[in-house]
């Protein structure tokens, strides 16, 4: 309550005050320092008289920096911008006061007497640039967020030293007011937004209309939202980035301007989308147009995103096309706005990496002077694309972790690059212009420890030792030093965090259409990229530490993750051996099976119903609480429930992508799927024939796409006890199904404490 109370002081504040600054240079040094001792108060409680807040607007040697010290009994913070101040109290309270914050498990108790710094603490940043963000961040996390859930995020973003965070709220309302000037009427652009779910690839260029039409309330109720965002960003010292125009245009187009080269392109398996010639007069008046009316709305810091092609291939590959069309973006940004800087996501480098060659990129790019353009180089601990283009040729560029694909929760990372790259590419004689690190995760809100991790650089010019590293946020997260945890996370790292097979991690064959198919592929690729016993003994070692951890919150979204993981592992065992029934013609066997892989399901959902991270009624109320009327409700809870399911429609390529490991998923659309397969199939064995593998997926697609009309209601806070559930998981499965050793190590304080 009391944070709540604390964040609506400060947004009428933020608002009266200020009116909505339209840019972070707009800021008075005052109205910084009011925002700091604001976060400082939300983040502490309302403890802002145990610190005091300085901030010396100049950078020392060129680069951010903070200190924090003892005067007079306070702990002062000081630093050159708000997010230096905040970077001050994260690394105040880590340091001295074993406080942890992240979005999965905190550790926000601080003692009654706030301890004395000994010594002035200071740290400054190499990077120019901590960016944050990716555009799928907005739908597969942020799609029904409220001010309040977005001040959190920002007091995170600045805890952290994020000084750059993309801000994409609210542009629907800058498309309606320019195509109205363009004579479109609401009619022509029903079909053209989409549903709120899937609004950043309407804006990427990628479809037209689903899941809508987007009601009026909701571009009118996320303008005032994106304001409110903004000023909150920039009052902090951030300099968040805006879209720029691109060339997609509504369906309705080329009936408009009969005369204007338009192209068609399809991106998966929705229908087309019309696409400006950026060759065309009116590619550059549109684009004008739109910054205008966005820097009307919003401001500007004066940079920009702006992707082309996003996951398309240019019609061409002739040089001057591809210079021309970087020439039309750029002087739409720069005609209107001559401070403007093109911040481009290098992830068409990489996706469409066999039409994007040496001579394609320095086309592309060479378009920009080198100060105009920032490019994110977006997946640089996986697949970098910096050092096979000498360094982007001069441009400024960043060294991004994107991890996270469709907000999946699945344990995956490739820790030991994140830990040691962006120092060694800072380093890097041939790396060039690199500017910045950033997080451009398609998903928030799961695998803290990995975004623990990648946030260590912010503030250093060396590798980050992961041992060292881990005492620390072991320590911090759970309150104190345990070697047994310890172990069991160092396990944890050199296997699931250790991913060097799979793009993106394993997803568990729980999320994925039913079949006998051991790895269907696609966006359910089970293939595991470490060795499963490895993390069943890290499970035993993490669960014999339940009684001295019990009180951490930390701890216990930590054993319901990694118990949870394992579940979906073992799953796969289950799936084989009830497959195995059904080849040896084995009707009791495969009953026995297939219950044995339902149970687990519901095993599972019970699991999960314990936190609040895991929980689709959580996702599903958040999407109905922003409509105005039942029709806007319905609509948003559809809009909710496609997008982590089949994605699109019954057809759909990329179904279950962004699927969830959540309770009401488990026991409300995961366990009736299997049990009509289940069903289906042991309906075919008694009768002694094979089954019809297509006239189930038939009838599945049928019922899925139903199941995105319901209204089923799902808990939407949690229940029970986490340790508990984990408790009766360990003893139903650790030996009987999982076949755990007598003498595993830690069998004894297991024992013991169950």
Not at 208 to 223: K, N, V
Not at 376 to 385: A, G, K, M, Y
Not at 528 to 533: D, F, I, L, T, V
Request: glycine share 6%; net charge negative.
């Amino acid at each position: 309550m009391m944070r709540k109370l604390l964040v609506a002081i400060a947004a009428l504040v933020m608002v009266s005050c200020s009116n909505y600054p339209k840019s972070a240079a707009d800021v008075e040094l005052d109205q910084q320092v009011e925002a700091a001792r604001a976060l400082v108060g939300r983040i502490t409680s309302g403890r802002q008289a145990d610190f005091i807040v300085n901030i010396v607007p100049e950078q020392r040697d060129g680069k951010d920096w903070f200190a924090y010290y003892a005067k007079d009994g306070r702990i002062v913070l000081e630093g050159n911008d708000g997010v230096s101040v905040a970077s001050a109290l994260n690394h105040y309270l880590r340091e001295n006061c074993g406080w942890h914050l992240t979005w999965c498990g905190k550790q926000e108790e601080l003692p009654e007497v706030l301890p004395l710094p000994q010594d002035k603490v200071m740290r400054t940043s190499p990077y120019k640039y901590r960016y944050y963000l990716n555009y799928c961040t907005f739908n597969y996390t942020m799609s029904w967020w409220d001010f309040d859930r977005w001040q959190q995020e920002i007091d995170f973003m600045a805890l952290n030293g994020i000084n750059m965070p993309l801000a994409l709220t609210g542009q629907n309302s800058v498309w309606q007011r320019v195509y109205k000037k363009l004579g479109f009427t609401d009619e022509d652009l029903e079909g053209f937004f989409s549903g709120p779910a899937y609004f950043n690839w309407f804006w990427m260029g990628n479809l037209d209309g689903w899941c809508g039409p987007l009601p009026q309330s909701f571009m009118e109720d996320h303008e005032q939202l994106q304001k409110k965002i903004l000023a909150a960003e920039r009052t902090l010292g951030m300099t968040p980035v805006l879209p720029a125009f691109t060339g997609h245009v509504p369906p309705s187009f080329q009936e408009k301007f009969p005369d204007a080269k338009v192209r068609t392109t399809e991106w998966v398996n929705f229908p087309e989308v019309s696409i400006l010639d950026p060759g065309e007069e009116l590619f550059t008046q549109i684009g004008k147009m739109f910054i205008e009316e966005q820097v009307k709305l919003y401001g500007t810091d004066h940079y920009y995103s702006a992707d082309t092609f996003n996951e398309n291939t240019p019609p061409t590959n002739d040089p001057q096309y591809l210079n021309d069309i970087s020439a039309k973006v750029f002087s739409a940004m720069n005609d209107v706005d001559p401070e403007a800087v093109w911040v481009m996501q290098g992830w068409l480098f990489y996706h469409e990496r066999d039409f994007w060659g040496e001579n394609e990129i320095q086309a592309l790019l060479g378009a920009v002077p080198d100060d105009k353009m920032i490019i994110l180089d977006l997946w640089s601990e996986r697949h970098p694309v910096w050092n096979r283009t000498n360094a982007y040729y001069g441009k400024p560029w960043i060294w991004c972790m994107l991890h996270n694909f469709g907000q999946n929760i699945n344990m995956s990372g490739n820790v030991t690059s994140v830990a040691n790259d962006p120092a060694a590419a800072l380093n890097d004689p041939t790396s060039g212009n690199m500017s910045g690190i950033g997080l451009t995760m398609e998903g928030i809100e799961q695998n803290p420890m990995v975004y623990a991790l990648m946030l260590e650089n912010v503030w250093r010019d060396q590798p980050v030792d992961k041992d060292e590293f881990l005492k620390t946020y072991l320590t911090q997260r759970y309150g104190s030093f345990n070697e047994t945890a310890f172990k069991a996370w160092q396990i944890i790292m050199s296997s699931a965090y250790e991913n060097t097979v799979n793009n993106g991690g394993q997803e568990s064959i729980l999320t994925g259409r039913p079949s006998f198919k051991e790895n269907p592929g696609g966006t359910t690729n089970t293939k595991a990229h470490y060795e499963k016993e490895d993390l069943i003994k890290a499970w035993q070692m993490l669960v014999s530490c339940s009684q001295e951890f019990a009180g951490s919150d930390g701890y216990r979204y930590d054993l319901v993750d990694v118990t949870r993981q394992v579940l979906a592992d073992y799953a796969s065992v289950l799936q084989q051996n009830a497959a195995g029934m059904y080849e040896a013609g084995n009707v009791e066997g495969f009953k026995a099976a297939s219950a044995e892989f339902l149970a687990l399901i519901k095993d599972m959902d019970a699991l999960l119903g314990t936190r609040s991270e895991f929980l689709l009624g959580r996702w599903l109320k958040s999407a109905r609480a922003i409509g105005h009327t039942q029709q806007e409700k319905d609509l948003y809870e559809r809009n909710a429930r496609n997008l982590i399911t089949l994605w699109g429609n019954k057809d759909c390529r990329i179904r279950d992508y962004a699927c969830r490991q959540w309770n009401g998923m488990m026991g409300g659309f995961y366990y009736p799927r299997w049990e009509r397969f289940f069903t289906f199939v042991e309906a075919a064995m008694v009768e002694g024939v094979p089954y019809d593998e297509d006239k189930f997926v038939s009838e599945s697609k049928d019922w899925e796409w139903e199941w995105l009309s319901g209204h089923e209601e799902y808990i939407s806070e949690p229940f029970g006890s986490e340790i508990e559930e984990c408790l009766k998981i360990w003893n139903k499965y650790s030996k009987s199904i999982l076949h755990l050793e007598d003498d595993f190590e830690y069998e004894a304080e297991v024992e013991a404490y169950v």
